[in-house]
């Protein structure tokens, strides 16, 4: 089921978040990227362009001044300043190039000769501000300046260097030269930059909704699975993608999720259906009773006059009925009170000397069954008496039902860290084809349907659900023509 969302949802969504997210953050990155970049070339070019101007007052330097200053000193007595002007002003005449401009300033940083590049003889004079002049002598000059001159204002790259007469400062050397090439160089630079950024983020912008798409789709798998699975449809599942990330952890998750839901429902399921049955099976089994004593009142009414032996003989048979309808609902109520999981009160048992007591009690003798006994002594047992008795009386009855006058043979053991009590019985065994369903609420063998004195189905159902409110267990062995063998099975007392 695919939702559709309007425009303005769809921008709320989470993979338009991620995508504006994601775009806005390279763009930041861009900038930064970009900006350092620029700032680095930027720099990186008025360096060499110091260094060149460095080199070429280093080259005229050493062939030209070294020499005539040399010469002025030789001079007796020491040349005026005038001569030093002249020889300075012809320095700065070497100095200057086709592109360089240059000029002399004293100590003070005032102005004693500009010589414009040859190229550019209109080069407008270069002055920077005193302090620099002054600090370049003290403390050496930066490696570069900036300055602007002119009108129009130009931007020019400039060089100091101290001239020394041995190691005396006279006056200080300046170089400069436009940057207008080295601005159009960056400039240049500058709009390769910001296109390769808008190419980058227009990639960006039309990949990322794909990418982040793709990421995400489980995520609107999983939201309309769960949209199935709300509507009744338990055996919706996502496809888990091969990568184990968040998504598919989370993808992993949810279908382990929509199981359990599946399970429960289909216990939940199951357990409705069971009782239905069961309701459906006790309303059939107290429907007999019912009908026969309605029968009986019915043949009752018809008469005008009634005899007093068939009064006496319907009203036995409607007590009879009436006590069966009692031990049906008696055994609803023990069957309910077990399986509702209200816990029997358990207290240790000494399991021989108890069983003993019980078989006493029951006195199958006197009921027609021979009966033998093998307790094993020393096993404690944590139960319920009451309950246990109810599974021991269960089992006799039968006996004595099923196997009239067969020897019941009665035993209590340990084994496995289990306690036991078993029933043998002597007679004709369950057939194959009931054995599997003895312990079924209701459930009847063949030969147990056909008497009309039969059981209700649920003795054997009881000893189950008693046995395992007990956290134990019962089963039945038997085979054709050997007897019934059941056994009981008990945790023993810590
Ligand atoms: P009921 O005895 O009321 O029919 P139970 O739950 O006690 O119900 O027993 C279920 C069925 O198991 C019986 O109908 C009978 O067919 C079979 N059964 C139980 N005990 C024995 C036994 N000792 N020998 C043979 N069959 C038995």
Redesign the pocket.
């Known amino acids: 089921m695919k939702r559709w969302l309007s425009p303005l949802t769809r921008f709320h969504s989470l993979r338009w978040r991620l995508t504006f997210l994601y775009l806005g953050l390279l763009s930041v990155l861009l900038v930064l990227l970009g900006g350092g970049q620029y700032l680095a070339a930027r720099e990186l070019l008025f360096r060499s362009n110091a260094d060149v101007l460095a080199n070429d007052y280093r080259a005229v330097a050493t062939s030209f001044l070294k020499t005539r200053l040399a010469a002025l000193n030789r001079l007796t007595p020491p040349t005026p300043a005038a001569r030093l002007q002249q020889t300075l002003t012809a320095f700065a005449q070497e100095l200057r190039s086709r592109q360089i401009s240059a000029g002399v300033f004293d100590l003070n940083g005032r102005y004693l000769t500009f010589q414009p590049a040859t190229l550019a003889p209109d080069t407008p004079a270069i002055v920077l501000p005193p302090s620099d002049y002054v600090a370049a002598v003290e403390q050496g000059p930066r490696r570069y300046y900036l300055t602007s001159a002119g009108d129009p204002p130009a931007t020019y790259l400039t060089s100091l260097e101290v001239i020394r007469n041995g190691t005396r400062p006279i006056a200080i050397a300046q170089l400069s030269i436009p940057t207008a090439d080295i601005d159009r160089t960056l400039a240049f630079d500058r709009e390769i930059a910001l296109a390769g950024s808008l190419l980058v983020l227009l990639l960006a912008a039309l990949l990322s909704p794909l990418v982040v798409g793709h990421a995400l789709r489980p995520l609107e798998q999983m939201s309309a699975t769960a949209g199935a699975l709300a509507a009744g449809d338990y055996k919706q599942r996502v496809t888990v993608p091969r990568t184990r990330d968040e998504i598919g952890n989370l993808a992993f998750a949810f279908n382990q999720m929509a199981a359990g839901i599946d399970q429960a429902f289909e216990v939940r399921r199951r357990s409705e259906e069971r009782m239905r049955q069961f309701v459906a099976d006790a309303s059939h089994e107290l429907r007999t009773p019912l009908t026969a004593i309605a029968g009986y009142l019915d043949v009752l009414a018809r008469r005008d006059e009634i005899d007093p032996l068939t009064l006496h003989d319907a009203l036995e048979a409607m007590k009879r009925e009436s006590a069966r309808m009692t031990r049906l609902v008696n055994d609803l109520l023990t069957l309910t009170r077990f399986e509702s999981g209200r816990g029997p009160s358990l207290r240790p048992v000494p399991l021989d000397a108890w069983l003993n007591e019980t078989l006493d009690e029951l006195d199958l003798q006197s009921q027609g069954s021979p009966e033998r006994r093998s307790l094993q002594r020393g096993i404690v047992v944590h139960a319920d008496p009451d309950a246990l008795k109810q599974v021991v009386i269960?089992?006799a009855?039968?006996?004595l039902?099923?196997?009239p006058g067969a020897e019941q043979d009665w035993s209590c053991f340990s084994e496995n860290g289990r306690a036991a009590i078993r029933?043998h019985?002597a007679?004709?065994?369950?057939?194959a084809q009931?054995l599997p369903?003895?312990?079924?609420?209701?459930?009847?063998?063949?030969?147990?349907?056909d008497r009309s004195a039969?059981?209700?189905?649920?003795?054997?159902?009881?000893?189950r659900s008693i046995l395992e409110a007990h956290q134990g267990s019962i089963q039945?062995e038997?085979s054709p023509g050997r007897?019934?063998t059941?056994t009981a099975w008990l945790p023993l007392a810590a």
């Not at 007679?427 to 057939?431: H, N, S």
């Not at 369903?437 to 349907?449: C, D, I, N, S």
């Not at 059981?455 to 054997?460: F, K, V």
């Open positions: 269960n089992l009855q039968n006996a039902k099923y196997a029933l019985d007679g004709p065994g369950i057939p009931d369903h003895v312990f079924e609420r209701f459930y009847r063998g063949e030969k147990a349907r039969g059981g209700s189905g649920l003795g054997l159902a009881i000893a039945a038997s007897g019934a059941f």
